[in-house]
């Protein structure tokens, strides 16, 4: 017996027999081709093939895991499509008299590497997409059939990395789990594992091939892997899988349930999204809205910034969507470790302090009045508010109430509907921003609390740095007194005031942010009938004793 840990992706334990599947593509070889032109015409030949193979995906997608997870399907087309994907293939192939499978690789590369570099797991994760869909390409250019079919199940499939095509055409009722060399929670293959229900781990050393055709436990909770489990290893894995099951089946009673303890305090459980696909989970999991909407994710992946057009046809999307439920855009929060090389941000030493957010926001007022224009002309199509990240001036709040003054004489101008009155908020992520939150308080109209930021700041510890993880530790005393004298601040105001850090959705804390009377709490999706069902459990009879604990 042998045990091995890596990175829990999905959660679950799986039990059975692990079949290896090896698939691993190298670069394709190059040729000198003397028909360049013969090259374009297979190019888009093949492109129209992968296309029409794409479409069935998500068809095939959206028939086993719904709207939300299907939609990455939609993104590879969308890829394939663009015309800077298409211009880089086709100058390749005509300037260096190349042949299109590796013209597409190479543009490919180039795309993926620059998506890479960008110094966020998310949008890291985004550059598999963009090789996935290369791939596609090149097999409609090879004429290659996918594998589809595995060994007879159950099995527990293993590979060095599976991208989400892969593991849609791989999926079968006898999968058990999966289990990879590569990727990580933000792979959409682990995406996709989630919303299948299927177990996965990721990040395992390598060697899985050696251990084709025996018998494992894979632990998605714990990211464990047992190879050749023992009689007693193999009872233990069976009576937390059928707890697991219980547990998930119990989640599913609190659909239809209020947000509210037994002795009847209620508290507003909102999402925290990236995009409009992530609506459908949003509803799914029944949030009361959406507590963070990262507006930041619009830029990336471009060679400009999105236009007014296209980001007021994403804030419609969501007011519509949502049907009067509230939904809190942040305003662009780019720099630090999220980058786009459009905006030719300086190298800085300590990005995180450095030139982001509302500091380029108002540095740059033609890029921010695009995004607050097409903010307020969406307002008028739902319940939207604006959220202003990194504040730590009363001085910042006024210049953007100015400027937003100036866009609504705009709008009034060019008589285009918006809402006369949008809730107006910041983040509290700085310390600064806590000891005048007494200030700040008087000019908005609600307070959210960014708890990773403020975490890495108040301890002066980075939290994507791997040797300080003992150290960055957001129960620490000082940032729940920081939450508490934020939270006192609103109130005596008669505002109300979120929490849209990771911390919302951490449940030994729920009691203490219950005491505080913190008004909602945002959440990744998922997360949120966990919450709610530890909301319920509750009897606030200790909320003296844990204020006390915190004067």
């Known amino acids: 017996m042998t045990t091995i840990s890596g990175k829990a992706v999905s ?63 939609q993104v590879h087309q969308v890829m394939l499509e663009d015309m800077d994907f298409e211009d880089s293939i086709i100058n390749i192939i005509r300037n260096e008299k190349t042949n299109a499978e590796y013209a597409v690789y190479r543009a490919a590369k180039q795309m993926s590497h620059m998506i890479s570099t960008i110094d966020d797991p998310y949008l890291q994760e985004r550059s598999a997409d963009v090789i996935d869909s ?78 084709n055709g025996e018998t494992i436990v894979l632990n998605g909770l714990t ?43 209620s508290i507003k459980l909102l999402a925290n999204i990236n995009s409009v696909g992530d609506l459908s989970t949003v509803l799914q999991n029944e949030a009361e809205g959406i507590g963070l909407f990262r507006s930041e994710f619009l830029y990336f992946g471009k060679d400009r910034p999105p236009s007014e057009e296209e980001q007021f046809i994403v804030y419609r999307t969501m007011a519509k969507r949502m049907e ?44 921010f009045r695009t995004q607050l224009r097409a903010f307020y002309r ?36 060019e008589h285009k509907l918006f809402a006369e009155h949008v809730d107006f908020g910041v983040m509290i992520e700085t310390p600064a921003a806590v000891m005048i939150s007494d200030w700040l308080a008087k000019e908005v109209d609600f307070f959210c609390i960014g708890t990773n930021d403020l975490t890495q700041f108040t301890l002066a510890a980075d939290r994507q740095n791997p040797k300080l993880e003992s150290i960055y530790n957001s129960h620490h005393p000082a940032i729940l007194r920081m939450i508490r004298m934020t939270a006192d601040a609103i109130h005596k105001e008669g505002k109300w005031i979120g929490i849209c850090g990771e911390l919302a959705a951490d449940t030994s ?18 997360a949120i009938l966990e919450v709610r069902k530890k909301v319920r459990s509750l009897n606030m009879s200790n909320r003296e004793k844990i204020l006390r604990e915190l004067q």
Do not use: W
């Not at 159950?154 to 289990?179: C, D, H, K, N, W």
């Not at 739902?382 to 400027?403: D, F, H, T, Y």
């Open 223 to 265: 990211g464990e892997v047992i190879f050749s489990p023992s009689d007693e290893a193999l009872l233990q894995a069976k009576e937390q899988q059928k707890e697991y099951q219980r547990e998930q089946e119990l989640l599913k009673t609190q659909l239809g349930l209020e947000n509210i303890t037994k002795d009847g305090q």
């Open 324 to 367: 009067g439920k509230r939904v809190i855009v942040r305003t662009l929060d780019i720099g630090a470790d999220k980058q786009a090389d459009y905006f030719n941000l300086p190298k800085e030493e300590n990005p995180a302090l450095g030139y982001r957010a509302i500091r380029m926001c108002l540095d740059r007022p033609d890029l």
């Open 378 to 413: 969406a307002s008028a199509y739902g319940n939207l508010s604006l959220m202003i990240p990194l504040v730590i001036s009363v001085e910042e709040i006024r210049a953007v109430k100015r400027l937003i003054e100036h866009i609504k004489t705009e709008l009034r101008e």
């Open 509 to 526: 804390l729920t009691e203490t942010f219950l005491a505080l009377g913190i008004d909602e709490l945002s959440m990744s999706p998922s």
């Open 134 to 211: 290369a791939y596609a390409l090149m097999d409609a250019l090879c004429g290659r059939e996918i594998e589809e079919n595995m060994e007879e199940g159950p099995v527990i499939l293993a590979a060095y990395e599976l991208m989400p095509s892969e593991t849609l055409r791989l999926e079968q009722e006898q999968l058990l789990g999966f289990i990879t060399n590569q990727g990580s929670i933000n792979s959409h293959s682990a995406i996709l594992a989630r919303n299948m229900g299927v177990p996965a781990v990721a990040q395992i050393p390598e060697g899985l091939e050696k251990h």
């Open 11 to 73: 959660g679950g334990i799986a039990i059975g027999k692990l079949y290896y599947y090896n698939h691993k593509r190298g670069e394709p070889i190059q040729r000198l081709i003397s028909d360049p032109e013969r090259e374009v015409k297979r190019f888009y030949q093949a492109r129209a093939v992968a296309i029409s193979q794409i479409q069935q995906l998500y068809l095939k997608a959206l028939q086993r895991v719904g709207e939300q997870p299907s939609l990455i399907f």
